[in-house]
């Protein structure tokens, strides 16, 4: 989800500047053998009030992969993105280029992580991340105590992460060291912790009595009710998660204060300084 939208504020901020359509291409989201490497993910922008036009139609697309075989999934891919030539994101660093003068009917691919490539429609992407649906019924009392005064947002992430080394960057001791650095600058902070790993955050920080572990009853689908909650919160710690970033960029506020890991990746092979804005403190990871 947090890739898709940080996909969709980007072109968003293209259309705007240049005057013309935005569709979407879901033919990658939707197809039933993608390529190899590539972890599926299900099309969550639906959980938005926005409503894009499509490159393609989903249910066309749907019919098309219908064969379910690699081979013709391949084609289908390319099919959806004849006639277009493709801008391909190079790093994880700002093109300015882009910013300044974006060029016209082409695709663009690549994941656009960064607050500054819409930033100046700031108010225009919130407004498009409202939520299409309410707050879950059984989760109405707590959205009401997370909107309290120092109310902290600490998400842990781990289930996929911990498979990849380049993505694994953050432990208990990061955690720790948050939890401590927030108490020292909001000493009646208290701690709600949403996770894909309730079991281990029961077993690292179960015991504190200012953390309160959010169960997974709340995380509605696609975890959609998860987001909205977190995103209620004063104050945020983060992983190196597009998921729990945008959490704390639409719960923003002028008090808020953001904790993000110095290192958003395991290696230096990607430059990565453009992803965490610098009004958020960058914690030692």
């Given at each position: 989800?947090?890739?898709?939208?940080?996909?969709?504020?980007?072109?968003r901020?293209?259309?705007?500047?240049?005057?013309?359509?935005?569709?979407?291409?879901v033919?990658?989201?939707?197809?039933?053998?993608?390529?190899?490497?590539?972890?599926?993910?299900?099309y969550?922008?639906?959980?938005?009030?926005l409503?894009?036009?499509?490159?393609v139609?989903?249910?066309l697309?749907?019919?098309?992969?219908?064969?379910?075989?690699?081979?013709?999934?391949?084609?289908?891919?390319?099919?959806?993105?004849?006639?277009?030539?493709?801008?391909e994101?190079?790093?994880?660093?700002?093109?300015?280029?882009?910013?300044?003068?974006?060029?016209?009917?082409?695709?663009?691919?690549?994941?656009?992580?960064?607050?500054?490539?819409?930033?100046?429609?700031?108010e225009?992407?919130?407004k498009?991340?409202?939520?299409?649906?309410?707050?879950?019924?059984r989760?109405?009392?707590?959205?009401?105590?997370?909107?309290?005064?120092?109310?902290?947002?600490?998400?842990?992430?781990r289930?996929d992460?911990?498979?990849s080394?380049?993505?694994?960057?953050?432990?208990?001791?990061?955690?720790e060291n948050?939890?401590?650095?927030m108490?020292?600058?909001?000493?009646?902070a208290?701690?709600?912790?949403?996770?894909?790993d309730?079991d281990?955050?029961?077993?690292?920080?179960?015991?504190?009595?200012?953390?309160a572990?959010?169960?997974?009853?709340?995380?509605?689908?696609?975890?959609g009710?998860y987001?909205h909650?977190?995103?209620?919160?004063e104050?945020?710690?983060?992983?190196?998660s597009?998921?729990?970033?945008?959490?704390?960029?639409?719960?923003?506020?002028?008090?808020s204060?953001?904790?993000?890991?110095?290192?958003?990746f395991?290696?230096?092979q990607?430059?990565y300084?453009d992803?965490?804005?610098?009004?958020?403190?960058?914690m030692?990871?």
């Amino acid at each position: 989800m947090g890739n898709q939208m940080f996909q969709y504020a980007f072109a968003r901020r293209i259309q705007l500047r240049l005057g013309v359509p935005l569709r979407l291409d879901v033919s990658i989201l939707l197809d039933p053998k993608p390529p190899a490497g590539y972890i599926k993910r299900a099309y969550n922008l639906d959980l938005f009030q926005l409503r894009p036009e499509f490159h393609v139609s989903p249910r066309l697309l749907q019919v098309l992969y219908a064969p379910n075989k690699y081979r013709w999934s391949q084609y289908v891919r390319q099919l959806a993105q004849r006639g277009y030539p493709v801008y391909e994101e190079q790093d994880f660093s700002v093109n300015q280029t882009l910013l300044d003068a974006p060029p016209d009917n082409v695709i663009y691919r690549g994941y656009w992580q960064s607050e500054r490539y819409f930033q100046d429609i700031a108010e225009t992407i919130r407004k498009d991340f409202t939520f299409r649906q309410p707050i879950l019924p059984r989760s109405t009392a707590l959205a009401r105590e997370l909107r309290q005064r120092d109310s902290v947002c600490l998400n842990v992430r781990r289930t996929d992460l911990l498979q990849s080394p380049t993505h694994n960057v953050t432990d208990k001791n990061y955690f720790e060291n948050c939890l401590r650095r927030m108490k020292e600058l909001r000493p009646a902070a208290r701690f709600y912790l949403f996770s894909d790993d309730l079991d281990w955050c029961r077993e690292a920080f179960g015991a504190r009595p200012d953390v309160a572990i959010v169960e997974h009853e709340h995380a509605g689908p696609q975890f959609g009710n998860y987001l909205h909650l977190m995103h209620l919160c004063e104050h945020f710690i983060i992983p190196n998660s597009t998921f729990a970033w945008w959490a704390a960029w639409l719960g923003e506020q002028k008090s808020s204060i953001i904790m993000a890991p110095e290192r958003w990746f395991g290696t230096d092979q990607y430059d990565y300084r453009d992803v965490v804005p610098e009004r958020w403190l960058k914690m030692p990871n």
